[in-house]
Antibody, heavy 125, light 109 residues
Framework: EVQLVESGGVVVQPGGSLRLSCAASGFTFDDYAMHWVRQAPGKGLEWVSLISWDGGSTYYADSVKGRFTISRDNSKNSLYLQMNSLRAEDTALYYC??????????????????WGQGTLVTVSS | EIVLTQSPGTLSLSPGERATLSCRASQSVSSSYLAWYQQKPGQAPRLLIYGASSRATGIPDRFSGSGSGTDFTLTISRLEPEDFAVYYCQQYGSSLRSGFGQGTRLEIK
């Protein structure tokens, strides 16, 4: 059974930093690209970032580019999101999601076939 | 960047009725790289349809997807009580162009 478990969400002040983690199990982690998707309270879904299956390519939404860094440790089946210079508008539930196609070509993402339950990040003074 | 517009914003129907949800793209979606997700309150989204018309694993056959180019549709043939939720479409294929529609809320009439 595929499981994705996020952690690390807390209340942080504007300008602060935070690192989210996602522990994956139930599939061959290093065969799949992984994503972070967020959802502000009462709002829709926003794709945040993608890392390729081998960690060699990363992509970001314009809203977080230059402030967030996605990474992965395939030896630990783990995905990370380093979040710096946090703003109030970054307040959201952050989901990690598994790409739907194995060994996708760099620069290509697919549908998200499994999602974690999310971790809540609140940016507030 | 491709912008996805879903309609209607809210759809009020009764169990047993047919639901038709629309997703329109601002540019043609290549290779029908269009997915649909269902999200219930307090839950993560669940993949329903990918490739515009392929049902994900375990999804009942009352859910179907259709369309190509810029116009896509999710149809629920006969609504069950558990189908009332928010539905999102997503365009994928290029990491520089992945995005979601704003969602359609399907509520009980």
């Amino acid at each position: 059974e595929v499981q994705l478990v996020e952690s690390g969400g807390v209340v942080v002040q504007p300008g602060g930093s935070l690192r989210l983690s996602c522990a994956a199990s139930g599939f061959t982690f290093d065969d799949y690209a992984m994503h972070w998707v967020r959802q502000a309270p009462g709002k829709g879904l926003e794709w945040v970032s993608l890392i390729s299956w081998d960690g060699g390519s990363t992509y970001y939404a314009d809203s977080v580019k230059g402030r967030f860094t996605i990474s992965r440790d395939n030896s630990k089946n783990s995905l990370y999101l380093q979040m710096n210079s946090l703003r109030a508008e970054d307040t959201a539930l952050y989901y990690c999601a598994k790409d739907g196609v194995a060994v996708a070509p760099a620069g290509t993402s697919y549908y998200f076939d499994y999602w974690g339950q999310g971790t809540l990040v609140t940016v507030s003074s | 960047e491709i912008v996805l517009t879903q309609s209607p914003g809210t759809l009020s129907l009764s169990p047993g009725e047919r639901a038709t949800l629309s997703c329109r793209a601002s540019q043609s979606v290549s290779s029908s790289y269009l997915a649909w997700y269902q999200q219930k309150p307090g839950q993560a989204p669940r993949l329903l349809i990918y490739g515009a018309s392929s049902r994900a694993t375990g999804i009942p056959d009352r859910f179907s997807g259709s369309g190509s180019g810029t116009d896509f549709t999710l149809t629920i043939s006969r609504l069950e009580p558990e189908d009332f939720a928010v539905y999102y479409c997503q365009q994928y294929g290029s990491s520089l162009r992945s995005g979601f529609g704003q969602g359609t809320r399907l509520e009980i009439k």
